[in-house]
């Protein structure tokens, strides 16, 4: 799933990419964040684009993408019991961001060192 939103920024941030991956701990969560500095996704898109076979805008017929990739992610941040969705990154460009639940067991040995300290 990672790859994939790799691969979108890749394809999508323009001559000059540069794209950014961020990833930390929220509450009983982990928050993953990858954002590029391309033309962004307009605001009527960005939910249009987790749907099967949409592609956006700036999207180009001979690129090799399908409209697949990001229902597909959904798809599995969904099954995993999170939650994925699309916003303009400050400065211009797209941010992607996703959560998924820590495992159980996890959050318990958090809540367990949390009481220990």
Do not use: W
Not at 32 to 48: L, M, Y
Not at 53 to 61: D, T
Not at 82 to 89: A, L, Q
């Amino acid at each position: 799933m990672l790859i994939n939103l790799l691969e979108n920024a890749t394809r999508y941030a323009g001559s000059e990419p540069s794209i950014s991956v961020h990833a930390r701990s929220a509450e009983d969560a982990v928050l993953v964040q990858v954002e590029d500095n391309g033309p962004g996704i307009a605001e009527h898109e960005r939910e249009k684009v987790f749907e099967k076979f949409y592609r956006g805008q700036h999207a180009s017929k001979s690129d090799g993408g399908v409209g697949l990739g990001l229902t597909i992610c959904r798809s599995i941040i969904r099954a995993h019991g999170g939650k994925i969705g699309v916003r303009e990154r400050t400065g211009g460009g797209t941010l992607v961001e996703f959560t998924v639940p820590l495992a159980a067991e996890t959050q318990q040995r958090s809540r367990e060192a949390s009481l220990d300290s």
